[in-house]
Structures are given as structure tokens and as C-alpha cells.
Nanobody, 111 residues
Framework: QERFVESGGGLVQPGGSLRLSCAAS????????LTWYRQPPARQREWVAT???????VYTDSVTGRLSISADNARTTIFLQMDSLKTQSTAIYCC?????WGQGIQVPVSS
């Protein structure tokens, strides 16, 4: 079963930035869309961003302009660049493609 190696989380102050990474064990087939979700404390999981097969990225309204999904050229790693973080951004962030999911990366945003 595919596994991700996740990194980049940790405590950050409001207004700060983080870059989350999910490294797959090999190349992710180009037919898969790449997606980030998050689960805030005591809330249900919510969709954050998707990169389609053609490279077009779409975002949930609350993160547009502050978060950016991308992948490396070899399509082995999925990134989520997060800027201007808010306390409301506090969540466990999880990457996904196909039926493969990351374990989740904790991102607490607090002063």
C-alpha cells in the first residue's frame, strides 16, 4: 500500500507561513488529481485544495490567495504552501490522491 512521508507541520504564529509536504514512494500517475484536506479541532474534515491533471489548481474560498497546492516536476511530492496563516487555520492537514491518504500533519496556529 502506498504511503506518504509527511513533513512541514508545527506551531506557527498568526501571519506566519508553513510549507507542508507529502512525499510518495514513487511517481504519482498523472491521471490522479492531488488534494489537500484539513480537519479543524472538533469539526469535520473539509476540502482545502485540488490540483487537476492539467495542473489547474482550485481552492476553497476561505484559503484563496493564501494557500497554494503544487507538485514537484517528477510528481513524487505534493506541497501545500500556506501564507498569512490565521488561528482559524489550525487543523490537521492531510494530502490525498486516488485512495491514498496521508496520516495527517498537525498545524497549530497560535500566538
Amino acid at each position: 500500500q502506498e504511503r506518504f512521508v509527511e513533513s512541514g507541520g508545527g506551531l506557527v504564529q498568526p501571519g506566519g507561513s508553513l510549507r507542508l509536504s507529502c512525499a510518495a514512494s514513487g511517481t504519482i500517475d498523472s491521471s490522479f488529481i492531488l488534494t489537500w484536506y484539513r480537519q479543524p479541532p472538533a469539526r469535520q474534515r473539509e476540502w482545502v485544495a485540488t490540483m487537476h491533471e492539467n495542473g489547474v489548481a482550485v481552492y476553497t474560498d476561505s484559503v484563496t490567495g493564501r494557500l497554494s497546492i503544487s507538485a514537484d516536476n517528477a510528481r513524487t511530492t505534493i506541497f501545500l504552501q500556506m501564507d498569512s496563516l490565521k488561528t482559524q487555520s489550525t487543523a490537521i492537514y492531510c494530502c490525498s490522491y486516488g485512495i491514498t491518504w496521508g496520516q495527517g500533519i498537525q498545524v497549530p496556529v497560535s500566538s
